[in-house]
């Protein structure tokens, strides 16, 4: 219902004429800066400085060790590591550890295949799974997050043992970007 005081066709409070004109210069586009930042995270992103992926290899005892996993990576993104062991002798119980530093802020979301046993050792995260045969190989596959509240990354050890004895191990680096 109108009243005889509302005109047919006026704009609501706050809306002038001035709306209905065209906008003339910068005004009518986008604004160059947020173009030129919207491109140089493009830019980072390919070149990888956002994120990055690496293997870290290690040899020893007749056995090499692979870990691959993101260099660089970000809060709170969903990341998957893969360590893979070969070896030329047999691995009379083949047992992987990581040092807890490398996880610390991390949440481990899968591992597959599942260790038959897992255990805390000496600041590690120890993993047991079955013999490992010669000139085989062996590949375990962690599916995990960055939990929001860590800056810088991790730093730790990745190592395979025969039981107890320590056969090789290597040294990576997560840098985690807010």
Same mark, same amino acid.
């Given at each position: 219902?109108?009243?005889?005081? *509302?005109?047919? /066709?006026?704009?609501?409070?706050?809306?002038?004429? %001035?709306?209905? &004109?065209?906008?003339?210069g @910068?005004?009518?586009?986008?604004?160059?800066?947020?173009?030129?930042?919207?491109?140089?995270?493009?830019?980072?992103?390919l070149?990888?400085?956002?994120?990055?992926?690496?293997?870290?290899?290690? *040899?020893?005892? /007749?056995?090499?060790?692979?870990?691959?996993?993101? %260099?660089?990576? &970000?809060?709170?993104?969903? @990341?998957?590591?893969?360590?893979?062991?070969?070896?030329d002798?047999?691995?009379?119980?083949?047992?992987?550890?990581?040092?807890?530093?490398?996880?610390?802020?991390?949440?481990?979301?899968?591992?597959?295949?599942?260790?038959?046993?897992?255990?805390?050792?000496?600041? %590690?995260?120890?993993?047991?799974?079955?013999? @490992?045969?010669?000139?085989?190989?062996?590949?375990?596959?962690?599916?995990?997050?960055?939990?929001?509240?860590?800056?810088?990354?991790?730093r730790?050890t990745?190592?395979?043992?025969?039981?107890?004895?320590?056969i090789?191990?290597?040294?990576?680096?997560?840098?985690?970007?807010?």
């Open positions: 219902m109108t009243t005889s005081t *509302e005109q047919k /066709g006026s704009f609501p409070d706050g809306i002038g004429d %001035e709306h209905l &004109r065209s906008s003339n @910068l005004r009518r586009h986008a604004s160059p800066l947020s173009v030129a930042v919207f491109g140089s995270v493009i830019v980072l992103g070149v990888g400085l956002l994120g990055h992926e690496r293997d870290w290899r290690a *040899e020893g005892a /007749g056995a090499e060790l692979t870990v691959h996993a993101p %260099e660089i990576t &970000r809060n709170g993104e969903f @990341l998957e590591m893969r360590i893979t062991v070969e070896t002798e047999p691995i009379g119980e083949l047992v992987i550890g990581i040092e807890s530093a490398i996880w610390e802020d991390f949440t481990v979301n899968t591992m597959i295949p599942a260790p038959t046993d897992e255990e805390s050792t000496d600041g %590690e995260f120890r993993f047991r799974f079955a013999r @490992l045969e010669p000139r085989s190989s062996f590949l375990l596959k962690i599916d995990l997050q960055v939990n929001p509240d860590i800056l810088g990354g991790n730790g990745v190592a395979v043992y025969d039981g107890d004895a320590a090789v191990e290597t040294p990576i680096s997560i840098t985690v970007l807010p």
